[in-house]
């Protein structure tokens, strides 16, 4: 049982290795190194095309998804002292996939900085990666969540010590008389998911959920495929999405109807998803 104060485990990060070499540092394409060069059966050329057979796959399998760096975005000024950077925008001139956000976005506020807000008509999803804030009249701190139905009412966001927040924005139908929701990280549990891993359900609707995830070093998920669109927001740590690795601010989208071979940490990672409430693992 992880406590609820208890700090989460999150190990240094390796030394940095150049980004050329980290897919082939990792699997699918450490195995095309087992055979030692020297050995009598070795065959140089075949072992080539080995390589360069994996690197195409991983190259055709990575291509479905869409990442985002935060260290590559640019920065755009909604307001004094409020800087986005978009990590992802659906496209206008076609329909929304299965739980595709109409935007994700990174939202930075310089310290005394307020902003209006997003399009009142979306749904609004806020994560408090860093800092404290207030959105309407709600104080919010680390890893902090609050979510506002389609037509709430717009709401100040602002901060007094500076804050980074993640924001989602979305055409999720209204069922009935949708509340806010607010989820408070001190006063929220982390229920076990599996091994080394445990699931915090922030909001779920019609099979989707947003949520966060918490993993040991070491922990793993098996091969899956995505019934809705799945995000990745790299809240703490660092995580292999097949032969991709993400860090700390780093997004990803896999459209629904892909899937990952591989998903694991060996750091450790904290990680705001927002997709299948029930995950369709491969047997």
């Not at 902090?144 to 709430?152: I, N």
């Not at 918490?214 to 922990?219: I, K, M, N, Y």
């Not at 109807?257 to 705001?272: F, K, L, M």
Request: charged share 20%.
């Amino acid at each position: 049982m992880v406590s609820r104060r208890t700090p989460l485990r999150i190990d240094p990060a390796p030394d940095a290795v150049d980004p050329e070499l980290v897919p082939l540092l990792s699997e699918p394409f450490a195995a095309a190194w087992s055979a030692a060069p020297d050995a009598p059966d070795a065959d140089p050329g075949a072992m080539r095309q080995r390589l360069l057979g994996r690197l195409a796959a991983s190259k055709a399998a990575s291509a479905a998804m869409i990442t985002a760096r935060r260290r590559q975005l640019v920065s755009v000024c909604v307001a004094d002292g409020v800087s986005m950077r978009t990590l992802y925008a659906a496209a206008a001139d076609r329909p929304l996939r299965p739980g595709e956000p109409l935007r994700a976005s990174l939202v930075e506020l310089q310290p005394g900085a307020h902003w209006s807000g997003p399009d009142p008509a979306h749904r609004r999803e806020w994560l408090v990666l860093r800092g404290r804030v207030r959105v309407g009249g709600t104080s919010m701190a680390l890893r902090d969540y609050r979510a506002l139905p389609a037509g709430w009412p717009a709401e100040t966001v602002g901060s007094e010590s500076g804050a980074l927040l993640f924001l989602r924005e979305s055409a999720v139908p209204t069922q009935g008389a949708e509340s806010a929701c607010f989820v408070r990280d001190a006063a929220a549990d982390w229920p076990a998911f599996g091994p080394g891993i445990r699931r915090r359900v922030l909001w779920q609707q019609d099979g989707q959920a947003a949520l966060l995830y918490h993993a040991e070093p070491g922990a793993s998920v098996p091969m899956h495929t995505h019934g809705h669109d799945e995000e990745c927001l790299m809240v703490q740590g660092e995580l292999f999405l097949d032969d991709i690795l993400l860090q700390e601010g780093d997004y990803q989208l896999a459209p629904a109807g892909t899937g990952h071979r591989i998903t694991q940490t060996d750091t450790g990672v904290v990680i705001y998803a927002h997709g299948d409430l029930d995950l369709k693992f491969i047997g």
